[in-house]
């Protein structure tokens, strides 16, 4: 689900007509599954600090897409991370590579369509 009052703000903001945003949106396409599997790399080496960066990072890049559930879980999973919770942080990390995939084919089509 994709917030989309976030993409009308920053369309606005930049005084877009969608090649911008069209690019921000490949960016995410592009970096969050990289960093979904960063997160993956650092949980099965307990990294915590890795997987923290790589929590963070996906929190923050979903928020300003709108991708509002994604940001959530990408949180709770940086907590996670804080807390050195092995099995929480397996279990959130499963959660969040959904929403991602979720985010990702809902601004495929804001993008396209």
């Known amino acids: ?26 960016l ?9 599997d ?3 790399a650092a949980i099965e080496r307990q990294d915590w600090d890795t997987l923290k960066r790589s929590a963070h990072s996906l ?6 897409m709108g991708a509002t559930t994604a940001s959530a879980v990408a949180r709770e ?12 942080s397996v ?7 959904i929403e991602v995939n979720d985010a990702i084919a809902a601004l495929a089509k ?3 369509g």
């Open 1 to 26: 689900m994709i917030d989309e009052q976030v993409i009308a703000v920053l369309r606005a903001s930049l005084s877009d007509d969608g090649t911008i945003i069209g690019q921000l949106i490949g």
């Open 28 to 36: 995410y396409t592009s970096d969050s599954p990289q960093l979904v």
């Open 38 to 40: 960063d997160a993956a």
């Open 59 to 64: 929190k923050s890049t979903s928020a300003s």
């Open 77 to 88: 999973l940086e907590q996670f991370a804080k807390d050195g919770n092995l099995e929480q």
């Open 91 to 97: 279990a959130t990390l499963a959660r969040l590579k």
């Open 110 to 112: 804001i993008k396209f």
